[in-house]
């Protein structure tokens, strides 16, 4: 059993509360956004898990659907497994246990996330008071300045508030709250947005080594597919609320099936290999709005390698079989054997040609 199993998880934001929930009206509605459409995943105990994406392609409500911390207009559908327990039909009770000392999550933008009018100290301890009640304030003092020692920061700063902190001293702060109850699972959404290039190294490094150190899992939300790349052990790529390719980390940036995939890597730099000394390529245009999405495959429209079916058909992620599967999301279906696979899965394949440059590449050339 894996640490995290996310099956056919549906959100959707409703324009108006009052309306009857998209699976009473049997579809969305007008005005409806479905921001993420039929998502399953699994992490198992301490592995990395990237999520990459353009803006807007629903990684943020991903992460925040995880720990239920959607706003009420948000209709969640699926099951979200934590350590064998449906997130979503847990109780609050049950949730507000599991919730810091199960898993804990890392905003982007430390500085909203923290409370402007108090002591960081106090906004450390507040998750380890609310868990363990019988915990005295010597002791979750004690607590609290080891784990600013933990990140990097002297334990005095617990005095602090949080405007006499640096942006990278604020998110060390974020990161030592995550840790504070010893979860099984960090997730991380953008944690070095708006930081310089320095500092988002040492926050990267911080957390690396830090889930490292105690087997913590962790899933990492960026819009940066290299620096997840060379975080992560595995990469799942999304678009328009869908992930359309996830598998190895090296194998999804060094070699992706799915053009949006194929695309999104020949956008970055490879990390540590001056080897590849390549062009980087721009995608033209923009996702689609969740609200009006196109017909068949979401990419279709900004996809260079699309074929006459491709606004038809909306394939869905399948195991890959070496570089063979075909990229109709159809064929597989009725058949009882599923491809061997390399662990990737993708819900398009085009084959890489023989000098190795991706067909997007190659268009663009
Ligand atoms: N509270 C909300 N109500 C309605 N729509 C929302 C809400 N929050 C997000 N959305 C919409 O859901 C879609 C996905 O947004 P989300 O923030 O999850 O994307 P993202 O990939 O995390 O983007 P970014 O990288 O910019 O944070 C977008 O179209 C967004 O406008």
Known sequence: MSLLEVKDLTVTYRASTSAASPEKRGSAGAGDVPAVRGVSFTLDAGQKLGLAGESGCGKSTMALALLRLLPKTAHLTGEIRFDGEDLLTMSWGRL???????????????????????????????????????????????????????VGLPARRADAYPHELSGGQRQRVMIAMALACDPQLIVADEPTTALDVMIQAQILTLIESLVAEQGISLLMISHDLSVLADTCDRLAIMYAGRIVEEGPAATVFGAARHPYGQALAAAFPRIGDPAS????????????????????????????VRLGHCDLVD???????????????????GKGNRPAGDGTRA????????????????ESA
Do not use: Y
Request: glycine share 10%; proline share 9%.
């Open 315 to 333: 394939p869905s992620l399948w195991p890959t079989a070496g570089r063979e599967v075909p990229d109709d999301g159809e064929s597989h279906k």
């Open 277 to 304: 000394r390549r062009r980087l390529q721009g995608l033209a245009g923009d996702p689609p709005d969740p609200a009006d999405l196109p017909a068949g495959c979401s990419f279709h429209p900004r996809c260079a």
């Open 347 to 362: 819900a398009c394949v085009r084959v890489l040609p023989d000098d190795g440059l991706s067909l997007v590449e190659k």
């Open 96 to 150: 507000r246990a599991v919730r810091w000392a199960g898993a804990s999550i890392v905003f982007q933008g430390a500085m909203h996330s923290l409370n402007a009018v108090q002591r960081i100290g106090a906004q450390i301890g507040e998750p380890i008071r609310l868990h363990s009640p019988k915990v005295g304030d010597a002791e979750i003092r004690r607590r609290v300045g080891e784990l600013l020692e933990h």
